[in-house]
């Protein structure tokens, strides 16, 4: 993977090289934006110059291309269009949306080449925009800063393959791995840039994951709070929604004053079908109040099906990325089940005592080849802070 942009490209390749990691960076403002579509950027080129450049700012707004194409007509670059290179992060799309074929666009538009990160995983396209490319004449490059690319849209790509959002797990906690007092008192652990990079992970998830428990403990708003010098900065003063709430509630025991009942943007409960039809009154109220509650099949132990909520969140709200903001039980369940795509975990250099809370409950291990592992992506300091984001490794089956 190249990490740096050339500073002199002389050859083709790094000349693909340079303009396609220009195209990632414009398509990287989009990705607090654009869900449920993927973050999409697009750089026209001409006799070695940018002549128009874009990029995918709100599901139903123009994409990419079509912002780079409206961009080199602004910028009176309308006679230059024609015979140029277009590059894009993502294969351009073959199918009527919300907005028009992208591939059209470019076909219409006279581009000569098109040069594309990485084929599109929705099968409604599936290497269709490529073809479409290819018949008008047009010749395609297909690969470039692939894995850049791929980083940049994980969510859509796993909804596309499996049907399931992102699952990123976030903890916040002592050295000594405990997240609050045994009283209750955790506010705050973590100093201020972690709690602001936390908002940040919220505004680019479409879903924010927490328990009954952690409602009933810490009645938490569950929205994204950031500054609106940093929002106008990013483009996302006018644009930008609250993801969707989602409350784990296997018993259907919210209190109807809970907070996140009122914040702006939707929430969603689900609980177990027994609980549905015992509490029907109070599922009728809080739906005649705009709330949403879902009853799915309980597990054998009683509890909500984890997974059963994930293929919901992907199939029908379509959800590419979900963050799971929960206590020890619920956050211990979805690393047991395999949930957990990314942990992004928050260290503060302090300690709790081992009578604090802990950071997961997780069954009991009697052999070292039990354990949890982790791969370390990345780790950065933030302020006194560490933060690392961690990739779980798959697990062996435990004996019990």
Same mark, same amino acid.
């Given at each position: 993977m190249v990490s740096q942009k050339p500073n002199k490209p002389s050859s083709q390749i790094e000349k693909d090289v340079y303009y396609m990691q220009l195209a990632i960076e414009l398509a990287e403002q989009g990705r607090y934006s654009t869900k449920p579509n993927p973050a999409v950027g697009c750089v026209l080129v001409k006799d070695g110059r940018i002549i128009g450049q874009g990029w995918h700012k709100k599901a139903g707004q123009p994409h990419a291309e079509r912002m780079a194409l409206a961009d080199a007509k602004q910028l009176g670059n309308d006679a230059k269009i024609a015979g140029c290179t277009a590059y894009v992060t993502l294969e351009p799309c073959s199918h009527y949306g919300r907005t028009p074929p992208c591939a059209d666009g470019l076909v219409e538009a006279q581009v000569a080449r098109v040069?594309? %990160?990485?084929?599109?995983?929705?099968? *409604?396209? +599936?290497?269709?925009?490529? &073809?479409?490319? *290819?018949?008008?004449?047009?010749?395609?490059?297909?690969?470039? *800063? &692939?894995? &850049? +690319?791929?980083?940049?849209?994980?969510?859509? %790509?796993?909804?596309?393959?499996c049907k399931r959002p992102y699952v990123r797990l976030k903890t916040a906690s002592s050295l000594d791995g405990r997240t609050a007092l045994n009283n209750g008192q955790s506010k705050w652990i973590t100093g201020a840039l972690s709690r602001q990079q936390v908002h940040r992970l919220r505004a680019q998830s479409g879903a924010l994951i927490t328990g009954i428990n952690t409602v009933l403990a810490d009645d938490p708003s569950l929205t994204v709070r950031l500054e609106a010098k940093w929002l106008a900065e990013h483009h996302l003063d006018e644009i930008l929604a609250q993801p969707l709430r989602v409350v784990l509630d296997s018993r259907l025991q919210i209190p109807a004053d809970a907070k996140l009942l009122t914040e702006p943007g939707e929430t969603l409960i689900f609980c177990t079908q027994t609980a549905f039809q015992d509490n029907a009154e109070k599922a009728a109220q809080l739906t005649a109040a705009g709330i949403s509650v879902i009853a799915l099949a309980a597990t054998n132990a009683k509890q909500i099906d984890l997974a059963g909520v994930l293929d919901y969140l992907g199939q029908e709200k379509q959800i590419n990325d979900v963050m799971v903001e929960a206590g020890a039980t619920l956050a211990g369940k979805f690393i047991e089940q395999n949930l957990v795509d990314e942990l992004h975990s928050f260290i503060a250099p302090c300690l709790l005592g081992n009578q604090a809370k802990a950071l997961f409950n997780l069954p009991e291990m009697h052999r070292m080849d039990e354990k949890i592992e982790f791969t370390m992506l990345s780790c950065q300091n933030l302020e006194n802070d560490l933060y690392c984001i961690f990739q779980p490794k798959p697990l062996a089956k435990l004996d019990k």
């Open positions: 040069v594309v %990160a990485m084929q599109d995983p929705n099968p *409604l396209v +599936a290497g269709d925009g490529m &073809q479409k490319l *290819l018949k008008a004449g047009i010749e395609v490059e297909v690969g470039v *800063l &692939q894995q &850049q +690319a791929e980083q940049l849209n994980l969510g859509f %790509a796993k909804r596309m393959s």
